[in-house]
């Protein structure tokens, strides 16, 4: 077996909302690899000794903590400062905000908080590239926007989100021809049901109960740190033919349900009970 090391020693990584689920889970991979990451996140939703003690046990740098709001024009400028008096630039960007509102019936569609969706959701893949070449002087060298397969599959209340989430994937794609001659590579990631800690607080416990019922156990799920590889390997260097993508990971949780596939799972969990 042939073993790849991948060392990102030198290189700066941004991630927004970097201090929870699959944006810690990224910083971790790329922190592992060597790379310096600057983490944004809500303020006081960080515990800065708790994430400074993970990073240091997979022997990461210690990363830069920014409390910024990715939706605000300012705040991103002043996180650019703050890269600025450290790192020359960044090489790696990781849109993973999400934020929308929930909408369980066509009575709560409601223009604004679509906008507002947009603005936290879909946006920021834009600013906040735009920004780092505005005050670096170049474009990341990769730039991933993070999705959900909520886009192409029905999930109740998540309307908003699917919609700011397909609007994200279209704008990388064209982004990925706008900047193909600026060196930069431009993807998307769209992962399936991941085990998160916002997962589990729209879900509650219950639905746990449901996925065992149903012969589904929580390792059939993704993980955080599970995406945080795949966030790795699209900036390893080793996917650089890659431009312009939207890449499903979901352990083909897609393609294998339906009624006759969850209906061996039953079975299976019934007869194991």
């Not at 699959?22 to 994430?51: F, H, P, Q």
């Not at 650019?80 to 934020?99: C, K, L, P, R, T």
């Not at 399936?192 to 149903?214: I, K």
């Not at 995406?227 to 260097?237: D, K």
Request: aromatic share 10%; net charge negative; glycine share 10%.
């Amino acid at each position: 077996m042939v073993v790849i090391s991948i060392d990102l020693s030198g290189k700066v990584a941004l991630i927004t909302g970097g201090t929870k689920g699959i944006g810690l889970g990224s910083a971790l991979k790329l922190g592992e690899a060597g790379a310096r990451c600057v983490l944004t996140y809500r303020w006081g939703s960080a515990d800065e000794a708790e994430l400074f003690e993970r990073f240091e046990a997979v022997g990461a740098p210690r990363p830069l903590l920014v409390g910024a709001d990715v939706a605000n024009d300012e705040d991103i400028e002043a996180l650019m400062d703050a890269i600025g008096e450290s790192h020359e630039g960044v090489d790696f960007f990781v849109s993973n905000v999400a934020f929308a509102a929930r909408t369980p019936t066509l009575a709560s569609y409601k223009k604004r908080s679509l906008f507002k969706s947009l603005e936290y959701s879909t946006w920021p893949l834009v600013s906040h590239v735009e920004a780092i070449h505005k005050r670096f002087g170049r474009y990341p060298a990769y730039v991933l926007g993070i999705s959900s397969d909520g886009a192409d599959r029905s999930y109740p209340g998540y309307d908003f989100v699917a919609a700011s989430k397909s609007v994200l994937e279209v704008f990388a794609r064209y982004m990925g021809s706008h900047l193909r001659e600026e060196g930069t590579r431009v993807n998307v990631l769209r992962f399936g049901m991941v085990a998160t800690e916002s997962f589990e607080a729209m879900f509650g416990e219950e639905f746990w109960t449901f996925l065992e019922g149903e012969g589904i156990k929580r390792s059939d799920l993704l993980s955080p740190e599970e995406c945080g590889e795949a966030v790795l390997a699209m900036c390893s260097g080793l996917f650089d033919a890659m431009q312009s993508q939207v890449i499903t990971l979901d352990r083909a949780m897609a393609f294998e349900d339906n009624m006759m596939r969850r209906f061996e799972r039953w079975k299976v969990a019934k007869t194991s009970a």
